[in-house]
């Protein structure tokens, strides 16, 4: 949740870069800059980013995950060996002698 402490003008934020980015570094929360008084730009420091795109991949993963057990109990899914088959054609990899 974005609190009114963390909108700022994009104006303010270039005079106090310094002071803004020392903040985001420790708070770990977005900022918003406006401008002319609307929401324009969210700032996020870098590790607060990175920690945020783990999360999103992780569900991402975990997401997929559901999805194919949910097919392979609708017996949606083909064997393991149509599968690699079809990979190493499509990738062009030769059959192992």
């Known amino acids: 949740m974005i609190k009114l402490e963390d ?6 934020f270039q005079r106090n870069t310094k002071k803004h980015v020392t903040r985001l570094k420790e708070s770990g929360q977005p900022t918003i800059l406006t401008v002319n008084g609307k929401a324009e730009i ?11 795109a783990d999360q999103v991949e992780r569900a991402e993963a975990i ?10 109990k609708a017996d949606k899914g083909r064997p393991i060996r149509d599968a690699v088959e079809a990979i190493r054609k499509k990738q ?3 059959k192992a002698a």
Request: glycine fraction near 6%.
């Open 7 to 12: 909108i700022h003008s994009l104006s303010d």
């Open 42 to 52: 969210v700032v996020l420091a870098a590790a607060s980013f990175q920690k945020l």
């Open 63 to 72: 997401e997929g995950i559901h999805r194919g057990l949910e097919e392979a």
């Open 92 to 94: 062009r990899i030769p």
